[in-house]
């Protein structure tokens, strides 16, 4: 089992800004294809934006507008660029590599009012 390696997570005040990465081992040769999901206490886990293979992004309505997703090939390594959060994005952010079906071990994002 993959484990891809997260970081970035923590407090930040509603209306801030915070950032997440994600890296794969060194051992992986290549990602190009990766998706961020959170999880909600008592709710099911959701996918937050999602970058294709061609570049290509996608983003839950939710967060559409306010959070940013992008890579970095040659680091095999995603973002989540979070802005403007609001309390409701407070959960637990986990990164995908579907091609892998690799997981990241989540990292805490909490929004204070």
């Known amino acids: 089992q993959i484990l891809l390696v997260e970081s970035g997570g923590g407090l930040v005040q509603a209306g801030g800004s915070l950032s997440l990465s994600c890296a794969a081992p060194?051992?992986?040769?290549?990602?190009?294809?990766w998706r961020w999901y959170r999880q909600a206490p008592g709710k099911q886990r959701e996918l937050v934006a999602a970058?294709?293979?061609?570049?290509?992004?996608n983003y839950a309505d939710s967060v559409k507008g306010r959070f940013t997703i992008s890579r970095e090939k040659a680091k095999k390594t995603v973002y989540l660029q979070m802005n403007s959060v609001k309390p409701e994005d407070t959960a637990v952010y986990y990164c995908?590599?579907?091609?892998?079906?690799?997981w990241g071990q989540g990292t805490q994002v909490t929004v204070s009012s």
């Open positions: 970058i294709a293979g061609d570049g290509t992004t």
């Open positions: 995908h590599a579907p091609l892998l079906n690799s």
């Open positions: 060194k051992s992986i040769f290549s990602i190009n294809a």
